[in-house]
Structures are given as structure tokens and as C-alpha cells.
């Protein structure tokens, strides 16, 4: 599956941006999907993640409250919502598939990568 990141920008502390993930290649619905972040100088962290179905999510406490996936298997489209956005949220922000039914937080443990689209907050 290949995955295509976008939607990263330039905002202010407590502004919001919604990225998406767009997939091809395989059946969308057979892939759990993630977002993780990289920070400059930090290793990649997990953000949250979806089941395949959707029903089922996973996010760190980081984000929690402030960050919300969701999915449309009909798109082949994942999406992050974040809201009220810190200084301490700019990264990198990558978009991952894997087929397992799992939403593991290692990196090490999703198969497939999209490039990474950049959040820049500002204070």
C-alpha cells in the first residue's frame, strides 16, 4: 500500500489543522492506520491510531483530548483532526499502515510508511 501525507502548515498556539492520508494499492480496509511525529533531535513518536474498521482507536496521552483520527474506507482516507495545538506538537508528522489488528506505539511494528508532512506551532 502506498500511503500520500498532507495537510501540514504553519499555526499559531491553540489553532487547529487536519491532516489526511490518502492510500492506494490495496484494499484501504485491510490496514490499520496510524499517525506518528518527529521532533527534531527526538525519535519518532506514536500519536494515535484506527482499526480497520474504525471502531477502535488508540491515542497518547500527549495528544489526548486535543487530537482526533478517523477514517472513511470508502475514500481510502485517514484523517487527523488537532485542535488546540502547542509549540511542543511541531514535527514531522507521518502517516503508517500496517495489517495487523493491533494498534502497536513502536514504530517498528507498522509496515508502511507515507512521507512526512510538516506542523509547525507557534508560540
Known amino acids: 500500500v502506498q500511503l500520500q501525507a498532507c495537510g501540514g502548515g504553519l499555526v499559531q498556539a491553540g489553532g487547529c489543522l487536519r491532516l489526511?492520508?490518502?492510500?492506494?494499492?490495496?484494499?484501504?480496509?485491510?490496514?490499520?492506520m496510524g499517525w506518528f511525529r518527529q521532533a527534531p533531535g527526538k525519535e519518532r513518536e506514536f500519536v494515535v491510531g484506527?482499526?480497520?474498521?474504525?471502531?477502535?482507536?488508540r491515542v497518547a496521552n500527549s495528544v489526548k483530548g486535543r487530537f482526533t483520527i478517523s477514517r472513511d474506507n470508502a475514500k481510502n482516507t485517514m484523517y487527523l483532526q488537532m485542535n488546540s495545538l502547542k509549540p511542543e506538537d511541531t514535527a514531522l508528522h507521518y502517516c503508517?499502515?500496517?495489517?495487523?489488528?493491533?494498534?502497536?506505539?513502536?514504530?517498528?511494528?507498522?509496515?508502511?510508511w507515507g512521507q512526512g508532512t510538516l506542523v509547525t506551532v507557534s508560540s
Open positions: 503508517a499502515a500496517d495489517s495487523q489488528s493491533l494498534l502497536p506505539t513502536s514504530q517498528y511494528e507498522w509496515s508502511y
Open positions: 489526511s492520508c490518502a492510500a492506494s494499492g490495496r484494499t484501504f480496509s485491510s490496514y490499520a
Open positions: 484506527i482499526s480497520k474498521s474504525g471502531d477502535t482507536t
